[in-house]
């Protein structure tokens, strides 16, 4: 696997209506990671999963946001309801960690959403 | 959540020249990062320097970490116009947690 790729590129979508993001990281890494970024900020950090376990979400994260991981590999990040605020990048990453502290992330080239 | 705060916000310099940009913490770390994340792109591991560790290189990076100070450096020598991109330096948890980051800008 090159590396972690994420699904569409760019989504246009109106107000109101669901949104769905994929990621596919690479094969043998046990963690992934859903970050959020707008414009001249960092990456926020939204959600994470171990195998298929997730483990942390954000306070930040809205009750519309859901995210899984079935069977431990590619993962879906799905916005309902979709308000202009939520106007962002939307970044994959994952680490094929074992300690407590995450090291080294493999980040995808993100999902650009345009909410008008 | 802790994470590390980059400094300058802005930094612009002509290809040839070194650049350097400083890192922040308030806690205590095990290591800190370097990140780069070219304009619309997702972000790129640069490197990784642990608490016991003073000084790494990577090529035309080097990475300074004091941790008296609880600050980091990154200097690029001899930049690029590829070089133009934003840096940051997260800290680690179960999640890496990144500030605003550094602009670097690199005039041909």
């Known amino acids: 696997d090159t590396g972690v790729s994420q699904d569409p590129r760019h989504k246009i979508t109106k107000r109101g209506q669901n949104v769905t993001f994929r990621c596919d990281p690479i094969?043998?890494?046990?963690?992934l990671y859903w970050y959020r970024q707008t414009l001249g900020q960092g990456p926020e950090f939204l959600t994470y999963f171990q195998n298929e376990a997730q483990l942390e979400k954000s306070r930040l994260l809205s009750d519309r946001f859901s995210a899984e991981r079935p069977k431990g590999s590619f993962s879906t990040l799905e916005i309902q309801r979709t308000e202009q605020g939520d106007s962002a990048m939307y970044l994959c990453?994952?680490?094929?960690?074992?300690?407590?502290?995450?090291?080294?992330?493999?980040f995808g080239s993100g999902t650009q959403l345009s909410v008008l | 959540s802790q994470q590390g705060e980059e400094d300058p916000q802005a930094l612009s310099i002509q290809e040839g020249e070194n650049a350097t940009m400083n890192c922040s913490y308030k806690?205590?770390?095990?290591?800190l990062q370097w990140y780069r994340q070219n304009s619309g792109r997702g972000l790129v591991h640069l490197i990784l320097i642990r608490s016991n560790e003073r000084e790494k290189h990577s090529g035309r990076l080097r990475v300074t970490l004091d941790t008296s100070k609880k600050s980091s450096s990154l200097l690029i020598t001899a930049s690029r116009a590829a070089d133009t991109a934003s840096y940051f330096c997260?800290?680690?948890?179960?999640?890496?947690?990144f500030g605003k980051g550094t602009s670097l800008l690199v005039t041909p």
């Open positions: 806690t205590s770390i095990n290591n």
């Open positions: 094969s043998e890494h046990n963690r």
């Open positions: 997260p800290l680690s948890g179960y999640a890496l947690n």
């Open positions: 990453a994952s680490s094929s960690n074992v300690g407590a502290r995450v090291e080294k992330l493999f």
